[in-house]
């Protein structure tokens, strides 16, 4: 293709993405309403990935999960099972959803619905666990399986009547006043989860349940801050969903990992994944851990910063330096540099710092490879061991091997040779 072909074609599909409006709707169980999920299906983060190449996190998110599902006793148990063939994972990317760090969700797990209504689509996320030792980032003892049991008996049908009980939520909305009030939505969400605290409350306490679990939902919400990161990343996968297969396209529509490898997709290439070994994340870890301790970066959560969100946005977010490391000098760097590899700005994300500028939109993979900057991403560290859980935040970038590959088979698409 020429190259003001491929413009063309990048305009469309960012114009795509300025249009839609993402809203929460409300909750349901994943085994009910997540397109082709099953009893006997785990869904994860990342791309594809077989239980023999899985990192420690995920894998004791996958014990977790089988033990929390009843398909399995013990953590022991669950590992014969997990290797054995009769369980199959999935990635939550191919199946119109998202889930943080190691991602990995079950039938019986409440999901997030998000819905671009305009479009007939809906994507999904599990519900935020808080920090420390949860399943997502690879722990599975007793508090980490009684705190999941009751997010699916109390928490989901709680929040699932108070959304039925009130208007829809627009997340784009929210989003970009968060974003005015210092958050980046992907490691801080303290004026988003407010926000949408806010917004639930008084249905919450309409709702039917006892003034007990009134109560501790209410407790839980506000004393998480990241309760707001499970619907960010829904809320971008939808936006980018609109960019999916737009012929000619090289805008990036899928970034994500593992905790093995990482991987791509292009807008214009269908559903190919493009991968490499997931690099490490550099930033700031907590009393008693070192390097040595850190997994390879692992999750969903880049989904956020594909939107233009998370690592693009930190200019918006001057305080989450004191979380992932580096500077308030940095976090404007990092946001001006990505104008340099995306095609357009948000209408609808501005930065106040930078003037109100729009958040660099649409990662084009010609200008990665062009010019050799790679998407900015902060995230969360996870403990490379089974069961340990997070140990720190910072910084990271994809390989640069992904992006290779897929300008490859590009070219080979759409520049055939005579």
């Known amino acids: 293709m020429k190259r003001i072909e ?54 004791g998110a996958v ?37 943080p760090m190691a991602g990995v969700a079950t039938a019986s797990m409440p999901v997030w619905i998000v819905e671009d ?23 599975y003892s007793d508090e980490v399986m009684v705190r999941l049991r009751w997010m699916r008996d109390v928490l989901g049908p709680v929040l699932r009547e108070a959304l039925a009980l009130r208007p829809e939520i627009n997340l784009k909305a929210l989003i970009a006043q968060a974003l005015q009030m210092g958050d980046e939505v992907h490691n801080r969400n303290r004026a988003a989860t407010s926000l949408l605290f806010r917004d639930l409350a008084p249905a919450i306490l309409r709702t039917r349940a006892k003034n007990e679990d009134q109560l501790k939902v209410l407790e839980f919400l506000n ?45 214009g290439l269908r559903d190919r994944w493009f991968t490499a070994p997931a690099n490490i994340v550099k930033g700031l870890l907590f009393p008693g851990f070192t390097a040595q301790d850190c997994n390879p970066d692992i999750g969903d959560s880049a989904i956020t910063e594909t939107c233009g969100l998370g690592g693009f946005s930190m ?63 902060n995230t969360g560290i996870a403990h490379r061991e ?22 490859a088979a590009y070219v080979e698409t759409y520049c055939p040779k005579d």
């Open 315 to 377: 200019a918006a977010a001057p305080a989450i330096v004191k979380f992932v490391g580096g500077s308030v000098a940095d976090a404007m760097t990092y946001t001006q540099k990505m104008y340099e590899i995306t095609e357009t700005e948000s209408e609808a994300f501005q930065i106040p710092p930078l003037d109100f500028r729009g958040s660099p939109l649409g990662i084009d993979l010609l200008k990665v490879c062009e010019t050799g900057i790679l998407p900015q991403i």
């Open 63 to 99: 014990m977790g999960a089988l033990v929390y599902e009843g398909l399995a006793k013990t953590p022991a148990e669950a590992e014969k099972l997990a290797a054995s063939g009769e369980v199959a994972f999935e990635p939550w990317h191919e199946h119109d959803g998202v889930g």
């Open 117 to 139: 209504k305009a479009a007939k689509r809906r994507t999904f996320c599990t519900l935020n666990e808080g920090l420390g030792k949860v399943l997502r980032y690879g722990a």
């Open 386 to 407: 089974a069961g340990i859980g997070q140990v720190g935040a910072g910084l990271v970038t994809p390989p640069m091997a992904c992006f290779e590959d897929a300008l």
């Open 6 to 59: 491929i413009q063309e074609a990048n305009r469309a599909a960012v114009a795509a993405i300025q249009q839609s409006q993402p809203v929460l709707t409300g909750i349901g169980i994943a085994g009910e309403v997540v397109p082709r999920m099953r009893k006997n299906l785990l869904l994860h983060a990342g791309p594809p990935i077989t239980w023999p190449r899985m990192s420690g996190p995920m894998r």
């Open 223 to 267: 004393a998480n801050d990241h309760t707001f990161l499970n619907l960010s990343m829904p809320a971008a996968k939808i936006m980018l969903q609109a960019a999916e297969w737009r012929e000619g396209s090289t805008i990036v529509t899928t970034m994500t990992r593992n905790g093995t490898d990482f991987g791509i997709r292009i807008a």
